[in-house]
C-alpha cells in the first residue's frame, strides 16, 4: 500500500506519497500545502495495485461522464442494422466481449482515450496480425459511429492512424503438396464422399465453404467439359439460434465458373449419380447433413493426418510437412504456377478480389517468371 509522509515547511507543509510498483521500483510524488491530492493519490494507488499508469487512468474515468469504449462499441454493434451478416456481427460481438469488457481500454471514457493509449494497447495484444488488424478495426469504427451521434463525446478518433508494421512474417506458411502426396492424403480419407471431396477440392481450388455448398445443379457440361458453376457457399457460423446460412461466396469475384480438369471429371462424375437436384453432393455419411469446417478438421481430417506424419516404429512421415486443409487450395495455386499459368488466369480460378492476394500468397512461386526477367537484361 502506498504511505503519505508529512513534513513541516517554513510556509506550510509538504505531502509525499511512497510506493512500490508492481515491477518493484520504489516511487514517489510530493504535493505542497495539498494534503487532499496527497490522499487522493494514495487511494487510487491503493486501489489499482500500486500502479501509477493505472491509477491515473481510474481517476480520469472518475471524473469524465462520457461512454466507456466497451459501450460505444455496445453502441456500434447494436446500430450495425442489416449491414452485416449474422455470421459477422456474432464474431464482432465475441471481440467485445474478449477485447473490450472488463479490460483496461474498454473501461476507458471515450473523451479520455488517448492516441497513445491506442498504440499502446495495439502494441501489446498478443493475437496474430490478422486478428490485431481487425480488432482494430471494429474499434476505429465505434469511434467513427460516435463521432456521428448527435451529441458526440469526442471530436476525433484517436485510433486513426495506428497501424500494424507493414511487414509482417507469416505465423504459418502454406503447406504445397506433391502429387504423391496428394494421392497420399486422398486414400487417407475414411469414406470415399471425403475422398471425392478433398480431390475435386485440391484439383478446382474451392474455399471449403463452396465446395460443400455444391448442389448438382452447378455442375454443367459444356463444350466438351464439366463446369461448376460457384454461386454459395457456407457463411460463418453466427450462433445456435442464427444457423449457418448460405449466401453468396466470400468476394464478388468468387462468384465464378471453374472448369474442372478431364481426369477429375471422370473421377467425380460418377459421385453425383443418385444426388437429387437441391441435395448436397458432399455430406456427413452418417447423417447426409452439411460438413462443417470444425467437424471436418477434427473428426476427419486431424486423424488422417495424425497416421500421415505419424513416427511410430521408427518410421517416416509420409508428408514432408503436415497440411491443412486450406493447403488443399494452396496446392492447386501452385501446381497451376508450376504448369505455367499466370496469375491474374489463377485471381479468376481461385476468386480473389484482388491480385495482390495472389502476388502476395503464390508469388513467390514464379520461380520461372524471375529467371526470365533476369535474362531479359541479358
Known amino acids: ?120 494497447w495495439f502494441d501489446e495484444l498478443e ?20 463521432l456521428r451521434r448527435d451529441h458526440p463525446r469526442i471530436t476525433t478518433n484517436v485510433a486513426e492512424g495506428v497501424r500494424a508494421p507493414k511487414s509482417v512474417k507469416r505465423t504459418r506458411e502454406p503447406v504445397f503438396l506433391t502429387r504423391e502426396e496428394i494421392q497420399l492424403v486422398i486414400d487417407s480419407m475414411p469414406e470415399e464422399s471425403y475422398k471425392r471431396m478433398v480431390d475435386l477440392k485440391v ?83 452418417s447423417t447426409r447433413g452439411q460438413i462443417t469446417s470444425s467437424y471436418f478438421s477434427r473428426i476427419v481430417w486431424k486423424p488422417a493426418m495424425d497416421g500421415l506424419m505419424s513416427k511410430e516404429g521408427g518410421k517416416k512421415p509420409r508428408l514432408h510437412a503436415r497440411p491443412l486443409p486450406h493447403d488443399l487450395r494452396h496446392t492447386h495455386a501452385s501446381m497451376l504456377i508450376e504448369a505455367g499459368n499466370d496469375l491474374p488466369t489463377i485471381q479468376d480460378r481461385l476468386g480473389h478480389e484482388s491480385i495482390t492476394t495472389t502476388i502476395g500468397t503464390y508469388g513467390h512461386l514464379r520461380f520461372d517468371a524471375d529467371a526470365s526477367a533476369a535474362d531479359s537484361l541479358e
Open 1 to 120: 500500500m502506498a504511505t503519505v509522509q508529512r513534513r513541516e515547511l517554513k510556509h506550510g507543509y509538504s505531502y509525499r506519497v511512497i510506493w512500490r510498483e508492481p515491477d518493484g521500483t520504489l516511487q514517489q510524488r510530493t504535493y505542497k500545502n495539498d494534503e487532499d491530492k496527497a490522499k487522493d493519490l494514495k487511494r487510487f494507488l491503493d486501489a489499482n495495485g500500486n500502479s501509477l499508469k493505472i491509477a491515473e487512468q481510474a481517476k480520469l474515468r472518475s471524473m469524465s461522464s462520457a461512454p466507456t469504449v466497451r459501450e460505444a462499441v455496445e453502441y456500434h454493434l447494436d446500430n450495425l442494422g442489416g449491414e452485416v451478416e449474422p455470421g459477422t456481427l456474432h464474431t464482432y460481438r465475441g471481440m467485445l466481449k474478449i477485447y473490450f469488457t472488463k479490460t483496461s481500454i474498454g473501461e476507458t471514457p471515450v473523451d479520455v482515450l488517448t492516441a497513445s493509449q491506442v498504440r499502446t
Open 127 to 146: 493475437r496474430a496480425p490478422k486478428t490485431k488488424k481487425n480488432v482494430h478495426a471494429l474499434l476505429s469504427a465505434s469511434l467513427r459511429t460516435e
Open 203 to 285: 484439383y478446382t481450388g474451392l474455399r471449403f465453404g463452396e465446395i460443400t455448398a455444391l448442389r448438382p445443379e452447378h455442375i454443367r457440361f459444356t463444350r466438351g467439359r464439366y463446369f461448376i458453376d460457384v454461386r454459395e457457399a457456407w457463411k460463418r457460423h453466427a450462433g445456435k439460434d442464427v444457423g449457418t446460412p448460405l449466401g453468396a461466396p466470400k468476394t464478388n469475384k468468387g462468384t465464378r465458373s471453374v472448369s474442372i480438369g478431364k481426369k477429375a471429371a471422370e473421377r467425380f462424375t460418377p459421385w453425383l449419380e443418385g444426388i437429387a437436384d437441391g441435395d448436397l453432393i458432399f455430406t456427413v455419411p
